[in-house]
T-cell receptor, first 114, second 115 residues
Framework: QQQVKQSPQSLIVQKGGISIINCAYE??????FPWYQQFPGKGPALLIA?????SEKKEGRFTISFNKSAKQFSLHIMDSQPGDSATYFC?????????????FGRGTQLTVWP | DVKVTQSSRYLVKRTGEKVFLECVQD?????MFWYRQDPGLGLRLIYF???????EKGDIPEGYSVSREKKERFSLILESASTNQTSMYLC??????????????FGPGTRLTVL
């Protein structure tokens, strides 16, 4: 059973537009929600993360919106650039667990056209 | 900077061969992970380890085993490679303590082809 569901699977956005990727989870023990970015030929790398005590976190053009009651969170990329073209993974984790496991969504392949 | 290295970027093996994928991290991380990445299926956890000689099954452990004899090294073993194990294999390491809180650092991946 997939712990984190991510949509869409692929996304095409014009340069300057807003990219939005959505994720949903069921396990209420999750309390850490990171997003990873993966460029072709590279391993994923942490992009931005949020804890459930805040509803939004912004870092530059990247914003996580978090809705605890709906158990949903999303990544917004403002003013999308061709350099943002990558695969994005949302994830969730229980920080109380000593095992350090992340549960990943299936990924979204973002293409930003110039 | 945290560095996670994997022994090979590309590997071609034959069906039935025993395959070893090696991963080394240089940041004294407690936890290490092996994932496989396939189009449309995302990152699927094979095995992970939270301490030397300790291991836990992930979501798809069948056909794989692991070894962690030293803290910095985590090996993935395909006892008898099969064509359905053709995939990209990613190793990661991470901490559970502040401030990283479960952040994982990934290696560049090994693309394994089993013929």
């Amino acid at each position: 059973q997939q712990q984190v569901k991510q949509s869409p699977q692929s996304l095409i956005v014009q340069k300057g537009g807003i990219s939005i990727i959505n994720c949903a989870y069921e396990n209420t023990a999750f309390d850490y929600f990171p997003w990873y970015q993966q460029f072709p030929g590279k391993g994923p790398a942490l992009l931005i993360a949020i804890r459930p005590d805040v509803s939004e976190k912004k870092e530059g053009r990247f914003t996580i919106s978090f809705n605890k009651s709906a158990k949903q969170f999303s990544l917004h990329i403002m003013d999308s650039q061709p350099g943002d073209s990558a695969t994005y993974f949302c994830a969730a984790s229980d920080r109380g667990s000593t095992l350090g496991r992340l549960y990943f969504g299936r990924g979204t392949q973002l293409t930003v056209w110039p | 900077d945290v560095k996670v290295t994997q022994s090979s970027r590309y590997l071609v093996k034959r069906t039935g061969e025993k395959v070893f994928l090696e991963c080394v991290q240089d940041m004294d991380h407690e936890n290490m992970f092996w994932y496989r990445q396939d189009p449309g299926l995302g990152l699927r956890l094979i095995y992970f380890s939270y301490d030397v000689k300790m291991k836990e099954k992930g979501d798809i452990p069948e056909g794989y085993s692991v070894s962690r004899e030293k803290k910095e090294r985590f090996s993935l073993i395909l006892e008898s490679a099969s064509t359905n194990q053709t995939s990209m294999y990613l190793c990661a390491s991470g901490l559970t303590s502040r401030p990283s809180y479960n952040e994982q650092f990934f290696g560049p991946g090994t693309r394994l082809t089993v013929l």
